[in-house]
């Protein structure tokens, strides 16, 4: 063992410079200086591995600590990879190799908890010490035993009791941690918080997480966020199908504990004696069969959660987002949208682009929401690529472009977008970009209306009105499915049901509903060709115009 330890630290730290295509540079086998609070041992030497962005400045930088299995290519490296591909400097501490230990999950002895803590305060004490760590952007983060630590580094009683007061992180990334043993006082330092938490989990049960998480929120602190991952167990990582494992587990006791780490059985409130310590936890600790493994697209998932997360609390910034979103201070009915849309929000960016194109609690502005719309649609939201590819059709004639409105419409209808297909459906009735063809124009009529999409109802109704793409005309028919559209209040609905319902054709004549329905067309501003026909024929009716 000493041999081997000696074998590591006799070893000059290696730089790797980054190929033509990286972004970031990994430096291999940094020294680190680890002070355990409990044992025999007060000073040990590990290593860990630095992946650092190529950019300047003072960067985010997160703390990865290794699970039981020990640092893994798929796992603590992965995240890493990810994190400086992001902008966010990571070091991958690495608890079991300096000490000559490939993994603990069979017996967690070999590496005591108290090693890890220490370990994860020396990783911060090194990055707070580098010149381009901003060290009130320290992040840490680990999996299952270093998920654990993870969420014991916020927790006050916790950090008091394993001396862990000296590192203080701006947040906690806890991947399918174990919460068994939960601290009785569950203030934190107040730094945000996020689980990530596998359902199937049945070696560390996802359940006892949850419990911890309203705890920790009940003790003051309101910035914990909570992921579960439906249909995948521990380790969800690795995406090559689950396996079966034997593990050394803690699930036989479920324990509240204090600051002078004094356990309480949670089940009956019986205390532990105080002289129990690390006898009386191994006594709760049980060798089985667990399942281990997820699925890449959860995988993915994960991945986009972590960083969102890590966007929406100021430790990563989405600099193209910001360089487009407005000072949100100038925009009080929308603010949550705004500051949303900032952190990367899709959803969030493709509201604030609807509230531009409408003028609605913000100035009329076409171009910025264009601007708002593109980000949003390059980053795969299928509503924002439906409402660009309208603006190229139906916007200012500076803004059009029917070629790109058809890209973007076919690829938000092949993610299911009832207006997508309603928009391909004007295109190819319209010959716009494109051919005339009415047969095809039906049949994407058609699929929006199958999803009651409000304005292929009132087109489809149209065509059987009109008799189009070989369709009998069928006024009753049409009349029919004019009544679903204005059910959801569109103004094309409502001006074709009333022109029905003043002929009497479809419908029995009723000039009173016509003129309730002319009023609600031409009572709407995002329409203003129905709302133009609505106006006019209440004029000719001697009606009032709302």
Known sequence: MRILKAAFFALAVMTTPAHA?????VTRDIALTSRPRFGAVREEKIIADLFRPNRGGRLPAVVIMNSSGGVLPFVEMNYANVLAANGAIALVVDSFMPRGVRRTSDDQTRVSYVQSIADAVAGYQWLA???????????????????AVAVDTAGLASRQLFGATEARFAAH????????????DAKTTGAPIFFMIAELDNYTPARHCLEYADRIRSAGNAKVRLAVYPGVYHAYEWT??????????????????????????RATGKIVAPAGGLAVERQCMDTRPVNVGGDARVKAQAIADLLQFL??????????????????????????????????????????????????????????????LKLAAGRGHPQAQMDLADLYVFGPAGQRNPARALELASSAAAAGEGGAMNILGVMAREGIGRGSDAKEALMWFRKAADLRNPYALAH?????????????MDPAE???????????GNPWGQLYLAE???????????????????????????????????TDALARLGEATP
């Open 21 to 25: 295509e990286d972004t970031w540079t």
């Open 478 to 488: 049409a009349v029919r499915l004019w009544q679903r559209s204005t059910y959801y």
């Open 129 to 147: 010490s580098q010149s381009f760590v901003d060290p009130a952007r320290i992040v840490v983060m680990g999996m299952s035993k270093g998920a």
């Open 240 to 265: 090559a199908g689950v396996m079966e494992e034997n593990n050394e587990t803690w699930i036989k006791c479920f324990y509240f504990r204090n600051e002078r780490g004094q356990l309480t059985d």
């Open 173 to 184: 990334v806890a991947v399918a941690p174990g919460c068994e043993f939960q601290n009785q």
């Open 500 to 534: 029905a319902l003043e002929r009497g054709e479809g419908i029995a004549r009723d000039r009173k509903a016509a003129v309730d329905r002319y009023r609600a067309a031409a009572g709407q501003t995002y329409q203003p060709e129905a709302k133009r026909r609505a």
């Open 460 to 472: 489809l109704g149209r065509m059987y009105w009109d008799g189009r793409a070989g369709l009998a």
């Open 311 to 372: 966007r929406d609390i100021r430790i990563l910034d989405d600099a193209d987002a910001q360089a487009i979103v407005p000072d949100c201070a100038q925009i009080a009915k929308l603010r949550m949208n705004c500051e949303r849309a900032r952190a990367g929000w899709g959803g969030d960016m493709l509201a604030l682009a609807r509230a531009y194109r409408a003028g609605k609690d913000v100035p009329h502005d076409d171009v910025l929401a264009e601007k708002l």
